[in-house]
């Protein structure tokens, strides 16, 4: 029998992670969703966009389903590769 203390030990979590930057940007190009080779996602949104609370978050929530889609592939990629 595997004592309480034990056990706490020998759990495997995870940290998940969020972080939103929203910044000026001279660019002309709106709405188009790039991945950056950083790894993270980004789009332009016009001024007018920018200073709407509803279409500054539908910005907001498309960068970020696609970046929590390519998290969780990445996770699970290497789930995967850990299970016998």
């Known amino acids: 029998m595997v ?13 998940v992670k ?3 930057e929203i910044t000026e940007s001279d660019a ?3 709405g188009n969703l790039v991945k950056k080779e950083e790894g993270c996602f ?3 949104i016009s001024e007018e966009d920018g200073i709407s609370i509803d279409k500054c978050e539908k910005a907001l929530l498309r960068t970020n389903h696609a970046a929590i889609r390519d998290a969780i592939s990445k996770h699970l ?4 590769k850990k299970k016998p």
């Open 77 to 80: 990629t290497e789930v995967s």
């Open 28 to 30: 002309f190009e709106f």
């Open 18 to 20: 969020v972080s939103v």
């Open 42 to 44: 980004e789009m332009n």
């Open 3 to 15: 004592r309480n203390d034990i056990k706490k030990e020998m759990r495997i979590g995870y940290n």
